[in-house]
């Protein structure tokens, strides 16, 4: 409480010492304190410029301002003590936000903890990758929140897409950390309202398109799905590593990978399994504050409320279930999971996808990974004609069609085994 005051150590013991002896009242002292703290910031600002009587009567000084060209800004009160109550109230305020930044950069470390809590530490790790990449060493990342306005953030935003190619899915990543701490910052008093979700009107030029993938990319086409079921059958007999066969089965469910290696056998009926679980990453926080991978877990939710849903057990998934059932058993294995690695533990989804890696090479097709699994089935569902979008969304696990039907629907045969069918068509 007495910072801010040129006192030594001693005269500040002599202060607590006093006040705990009831030798002097703390208010008299605090408000001795004040006004010795006002006459030393007055003192001080007339080393910077004089106070002066002007012409007009008005009482005239100059205070700091770094928009100005000589660096300083005039003001003016009727009465000197007026005059003096503006000076003392503008270098408490410039201490005040020295002392407690109100910086994005200030802001970030309580934020991304706030965030972590909020969500998840998985949520947060990625906000932690934006804000590492876009944010930090920026001029708008040290500047006053409450001194940013529409035009001064979205010039930034503009600089950032040239500077990084950004394509608008990139761009909105980028600017919902912005969004989400002017939203905080709102929440803490800090500013009154959020310029971030102000900022429109970007034109869609600006950003790069994204290379669009082709289906060959996208999903395994003609008899691709039977050479890896034929390729990780053979692996399997070679090596015993079960992860070959959790790729089989899941030719046959078109799960997430953390749903798949969360599979428990309780989960399993004779004619269905339940998916109620995914396997998430762990997180830790340094002393930095910053967040750093630490292991695996299974919780007992999915990505979204439609992720818990009953699939339907097909000859082929009944016919790998039973080949990891047969597995565990004959390796003495007893675990409430379905999946376990050669000690017996819990497969992990990296196990999956390095051994998807290794199919995809020696069946000499492009490289794709466990969503694209998903993406074959769900296509291979649509094209069936069987199947009612509603059985197909539930299969999916989305919340509605129209996201099935935008992302995960490809055509499984390539375009010189189509030629037929646009006859058929055209014709």
């Given amino acids: 409480m007495l910072c801010?005051?040129?006192?030594?150590?001693?005269?500040?013991?002599?202060?607590?010492?006093?006040?705990?002896?009831?030798?002097?009242?703390?208010a008299d002292v605090l408000e001795k304190v004040e006004i010795m703290k006002n006459k030393e910031i007055l003192e001080q600002h007339e080393q910077f410029c004089k106070i002066w009587q002007a012409t007009d009567g008005r009482y005239k000084t100059k205070l700091p301002d770094e928009s100005k060209a000589n660096g300083k800004k005039m003001i003016a009160k009727t009465c000197r003590e007026d005059l003096e109550k503006c000076i003392i109230k503008y270098?408490?305020?410039?201490?005040?936000?020295?002392?407690?930044?109100?910086?994005?950069?200030?802001?970030y470390p309580e934020w991304l903890k706030y965030k972590a809590v909020e969500t998840s530490k998985a949520n947060a790790n990625k906000l932690q990758w934006v804000w590492n990449t876009y944010f930090v060493g920026s001029d708008i990342a040290d500047m006053d929140m409450?001194?940013?306005?529409?035009?001064?953030?979205?010039?930034?935003?503009?600089?950032?897409?040239?500077?990084h190619k950004l394509s608008n899915k990139k761009y909105k990543e980028m600017k919902s950390v912005a969004n989400m701490l002017f939203d905080y910052a709102v929440e803490k008093n800090i500013v009154s309202a959020n310029i971030s979700r102000s900022v429109h009107g970007i034109s869609s030029k600006k950003f790069s398109e994204p290379n669009k993938k082709e289906a060959t990319e996208q999903v395994y086409i003609d008899d691709e799905i039977q050479l890896i079921l034929e390729q990780a059958e053979k692996q399997y007999k070679k090596t015993k590593n079960p992860a070959?066969?959790?790729?089989?089965?899941?030719f046959a469910l078109g799960l997430r990978v953390g749903e798949l290696v969360a599979l428990k056998l309780e989960n399993f009926s004779e004619s269905s399994v339940e998916i109620s679980g995914q396997e998430i990453k762990n997180y830790y926080e340094n002393a930095d504050g910053e967040l750093h991978r630490s292991g695996y877990c299974v919780v007992s939710y999915t990505k979204t409320i439609a992720g818990k849903?009953?699939?339907?057990l097909s000859e082929r998934a009944k016919k790998y279930l039973k080949m990891i059932l047969k597995h565990n058993e004959y390796n003495g294995f007893n675990s409430e999971y379905l999946l376990l690695n050669e000690n017996g533990e819990r497969l992990h989804e990296f196990s999956v996808n390095n051994v998807l890696r290794r199919l995809n090479r020696q069946i000499d097709t492009m490289q794709k990974g466990n969503h694209s699994i998903r993406k074959t089935l769900i296509s291979k569902m649509i094209e069936s004609g069987q199947l009612t979008n509603e059985e197909i969304r539930m299969f999916a696990g989305h919340e509605d069609f129209s996201t099935t039907a935008k992302f995960y629907n490809y055509s499984t045969v390539s375009w010189d085994k189509r030629t037929d069918a646009f006859e058929r068509a055209l014709g």
């Fill in 146 to 163: 409450q001194t940013i306005d529409v035009i001064t953030l979205k010039t930034w935003f503009l600089n950032v897409i040239e500077k």
């Fill in 244 to 250: 070959y066969l959790a790729v089989c089965l899941n």
């Fill in 4 to 26: 801010g005051l040129s006192l030594s150590i001693q005269d500040i013991l002599a202060y607590e010492k006093a006040v705990d002896c009831g030798i002097i009242d703390k």
């Fill in 309 to 312: 849903r009953k699939l339907y």
């Fill in 91 to 107: 270098y408490k305020s410039r201490q005040e936000k020295k002392e407690n930044p109100r910086t994005m950069k200030a802001l």
